[in-house]
Each structure stands twice: as C-alpha cells, then as structure tokens.
C-alpha cells in the first residue's frame, strides 16, 4: 500500500511550479495530517471549525490552515486565530463577520469569493451575476482585515470532461473580468482555486493556480 509520502510525492510530480497543493485533510486524523507535514507539507485545506481550531492547535504553528467549506457565521471565531485563507466566503454577511472577528484578533484574513457555476443545486457560492452585484455594492472595500485575493469553485461531478473543462473556463474568464474591474492594481489578487483529485489535471490547464486535493493523498474519507 502506498503511503501519505508516496501519494504525496506522486501529487506533486504532476503539480507545475506556481500551482499551489492544498493537501485537504477533512475527516482524516491528526496523525495522518502530521504524517503528510513531515513528507513536506504545509497548507491544509479543512472544512468544518472545530476539527481545524483542534488540528491547528495539535500540529506545528508554520501549517497554513484554508477553510474550505460553507461556514456560519457563527463559526467564525473559532477558525479566526488560526485560519490564513477562508476559501468558501459566500455572502457579504459572512465577509462582515469575518472582518469583525478578524479586527478584534488583529489579524487579516486572505479570503477567496466562491463561485457557483456548477449544475448541482447542493453547491454553494455566488452566482456571477451575484458576485458583480457584490463587489459593486462595495461594503467589502470597508474592510480592513480582510483581503480578497481571488475565487475558489468546484466543478459539476460528472464524467463528462468537457461539461467540467466549460465550467473551469467560465471561471477564469470571469476571473479575468473582476480582476480588470475591481482589482487591477492589487497584485494579491490572484488565486484561481479550481481542481480537486478528479479534475486538477484539467483545472491546471484552466489557468488553475492552486488545487485542493484529498483522497488522492490520504486515501477514501470515513464520514
Ligand atoms: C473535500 C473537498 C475537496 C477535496 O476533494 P477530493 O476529491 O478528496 O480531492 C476539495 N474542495 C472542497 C471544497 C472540498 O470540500
């Protein structure tokens, strides 16, 4: 059987300079995240609070800890202290939030806008026409300790390669529209986070610039 090192190592080798791995270590024990650490890892994707407040405060301080899941606003201050990116905003509220937490720590927050572009109904994340809506309504800008660096989406789960390389093209070419029209000068705008164990090969060749992956690395989640 192969081990977290081995399937880390297999990851990386098909990962080009500049994409970054977001090892996504939800459901998966401490030991197994601490095992994926020691082969060189160091960003964690997690997706419900407690589990990442409780890992971060297990495992060494240098881990970056994205969130990667829908989060509730009242949920938000039990990440803030050890959070660095916030993948999955969807509302302004929850930007509210997270600016409010993020003051009284005196940190400041990376966060993605999550799209919905995807066929599922389940998805979360801003429709495109909600996302401009948003960033025109401009209460963001207010935002003091939170910094938008990009979008994160999921493509539909479906086996058909050119229904998911049509969603990751739409996103980066709505990338490419926000960024012009709102973020021209802010070099920290840049993240396209799209591509997951099944899809990152595609999403890479969809400008992708960082992929959460997985099963591919630690194996099925026991839910
Ligand atoms: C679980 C999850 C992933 C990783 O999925 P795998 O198929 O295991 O690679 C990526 N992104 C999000 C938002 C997730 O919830």
Redesign the pocket.
């Known amino acids: 059987m192969p081990t977290i090192k081995d399937n880390l190592h297999e990851v990386l080798a098909t990962i080009p300079d500049g994409v970054q791995l977001v090892a ?1 270590s ?1 459901y998966h024990p401490t030991e197994c995240v601490a095992e994926a650490y020691d082969a060189g890892c160091r960003v964690f ?1 997690e ?1 419900h609070a407690q589990e990442m407040a409780r890992k971060a405060q297990a495992l060494p301080k240098d881990i970056r800890w994205h969130f ?2 829908h989060l509730q606003r009242n949920k938000v201050r039990q990440i803030i202290p050890y959070v660095t990116m916030i ?2 905003v969807d509302s302004t509220r929850l930007m509210l939030q997270i600016e409010k937490e993020a003051h009284i720590c005196d940190r400041t927050i990376d966060v993605l806008l999550e799209l919905h572009i995807a066929q599922e109904e389940a998805k979360t994340g801003f429709s495109m026409e909600e996302c401009r809506t948003m960033l025109r309504d401009g209460l963001w800008r207010g935002c003091r300790h939170v910094r938008i660096c990009g979008l ?1 989406m ?1 493509a539909s789960n479906t086996d058909d390669e050119q229904q998911i390389r049509s969603e990751f093209m739409k996103a980066s070419q709505f990338f490419d529209e926000i960024k012009q029209e709102f973020f021209p000068n802010e070099d920290y705008f840049k993240e396209k986070s799209w591509g ?3 899809d990152y090969q595609i999403a890479i060749s969809c400008h992708s610039t960082m992929v ?5 690395i630690f194996g099925e ?1 026991a839910y």
Request: no cysteine.
């Open positions: 996504v939800k994707g997706n990667i899941g993948e999955s994160m999921m997951m164990s099944s959460r992956i997985g099963t591919r989640r």
